[in-house]
């Protein structure tokens, strides 16, 4: 017999295109509701209740209704004050000649979801050039640290950092100066803000996944499963950051792991490439011959200096701090 699908799980799974899970029948009892929304809560995931109920998918009660309309309207709000600190910030940084793109939150919703209403977000992070970070993590004023009323975060709301991805068993460093010109672009009113391409979130919210996601882990597997679902994503391009960053283990399983979790009828190229990929198999072949990523920053650093250029990475590069 196939286990309950969590309550959680499936209203997470409420838009998302091929996801075979059923939602719960309503109205819940009372006890069943209070644990459902304090998870949802507690995952930013009330957007998709409140749109399963709006949609006629999820029956409550008059009283349900009544407590999901103040709680959905509080963490809506909540994402749209981060919005509105992003673009100070992003003024701010434009201002000053800083480069840098938006990685998460708002860049996630434009560039992937359907129906953005559905996803609220409580932080955002950027990274800018390694040199920076401190200057930029001052323009954020004491805007940055606003907390919720419902709980205490252990972070900035708007978070700045370095590297475009953290530190993990590969070592390899990704900055603003390996990813070129390429860039998406978000509009927040009436403003235009670069952010990461599609291909690169969808690898940074894998590795994020896998990493450690705490108790966003829900909310960043539908994230995901939007971004590989979208009729826009290059999936050989996919790949080509995965490899270059040495990071396709841990988009493999998290690919794998959202087409799981969410019961995915579709088969897309992503897809069946996680599928068929043999994990583990990169990483023996890269202990096998020697790493070109960082001798060749090295060599190119030390020419730099030999001609009397500054180095184009500092030699301390703040870990890349993720929720």
Request: charged share 25%.
């Amino acid at each position: 017999m196939t286990p309950p699908v969590d309550d959680t799980v499936a209203l997470a799974a409420h838009g998302l295109a091929g996801s075979r899970l059923d939602m719960p029948r309503g109205p819940l009892s009372t006890e069943r509701w209070t644990h459902l929304v304090e998870e949802c809560r507690s995952q930013e995931l009330l957007g998709y209740v409140a749109g399963a109920v709006a949609a006629g998918r999820l029956a409550v009660t008059d009283d349900q209704a009544d407590e999901l309309y103040v709680l959905e309207a509080e963490s809506a709000g909540l994402a749209l004050l981060v919005e509105q600190r992003l673009i100070t910030l992003a003024t701010s940084l434009g201002a000053a000649g800083i480069d840098y793109r938006v990685v998460d939150g708002p860049a996630r919703t434009q560039l992937a979801f359907a129906d953005a209403c559905l996803r609220h977000f409580e932080t955002v992070d950027i990274v800018v050039e390694p040199g920076y970070v401190r200057l930029a993590a001052a323009m954020k004023g004491p805007g940055g640290h606003f907390r919720s009323t419902h709980r205490a975060r252990r972070r900035p709301r708007i978070g700045v950092r370095a590297t475009v991805l953290p530190a993990v068993d590969n070592e390899a460093i990704v900055d603003l100066a390996d990813l070129g010109d390429s860039s998406a672009t978000i509009t927040l009113g009436g403003h235009r803000l670069p952010a990461l391409p599609p291909e690169e979130q969808l690898v940074c919210v894998a590795v994020e996944v896998v990493t450690g996601a705490g108790d966003r882990q829900t909310a960043l597997l539908r994230d995901l499963a939007e971004l590989a679902l979208s009729p826009a994503i290059d999936v050989g391009q996919v790949r080509r950051v995965a490899e270059s960053w040495h990071v396709s283990d841990p988009v493999v399983t998290a690919v794998r792991t959202a087409w799981q979790e969410f019961d995915l009828a579709d088969k897309t190229a992503l897809s069946v490439w996680a599928q068929r990929y043999n994990l583990g198999a990169g990483n023996r072949g890269r202990q096998a011959r020697p790493d070109p990523y960082r001798p060749r920053r090295r060599v190119a650093d030390s020419m730099g200096r030999l001609l009397g250029r500054r180095s184009s990475r500092p030699h301390h590069i703040p870990t890349a701090r993720f929720r």
